[in-house]
Structure formats: C-alpha cells, structure tokens
C-alpha cells in the first residue's frame, strides 16, 4: 500500500500496534520485561495523546487540557497553566493565570 488505511499486528503475544490512515490513529500495546503494560493511543498525530505505563496514566488534549496520574501524583491544567492543580504527596500546587500558589 502507497497510504495504508488500516494495520494491526501481533507479536508473540506481548505487544500489538494499530494503525489507521497511517497517523490518523495509532496504538501500540506492550508487555515490558517488568511485567508492567505500556499502551499508547494517538489520533490526529497527537491532537489527543493518551499513555499508560503501569498505574501512570497521561491523557493531552492539544491545546486544552493535560491530566496525570500515579500512585503519588494527581494534576491537570487547563490551556497550558492558566489554570491547573497539582497534588503530589503532600504538596498541593493551585495555578491561576499560569501562577503557581502553593498551598
């Protein structure tokens, strides 16, 4: 194919990518040697970006918002910092008009 309109592959059992319209959406999943899944979803090259690594997870929604979490760590903003939280242990950040406040 010149321009692919649909792939998937599996290998082995322990990762698979998916792609459509080559950039419009791709997802690889894999199994890492730790045990650990990491899968990654993209569409419009990376307009929406959502990630996972174990219990992390990091979704982008270009430009607007960008959300993480962990075990230890929860934050999100809105429009690159004009206004966001970030809680991480027991630090608490607010952002308001791309100023951090530590709380």
């Known amino acids: 194919w010149i321009v692919p309109v649909f792939s998937s592959r599996v290998r082995e059992g322990q990762s698979s990518d998916t792609e459509i319209l080559w950039r419009l959406y791709d997802g690889p999943t894999r199994v890492l040697e730790d ?5 990654r979803q993209r569409v419009l090259w990376r307009i929406f970006h959502r990630e996972t690594l174990g219990a992390r997870t990091s979704i982008d929604a270009f430009p607007f918002i960008a959300y993480d979490s962990d075990e230890d760590l929860l934050q999100w903003s809105f429009m690159g910092g004009l206004v966001g939280w970030r809680a991480r242990g ?5 952002r308001l008009l791309y100023v951090p406040i530590e709380l």
């Open 35 to 39: 045990g650990r899944t990491y899968s």
């Open 90 to 94: 027991d630090r608490r950040t607010l």
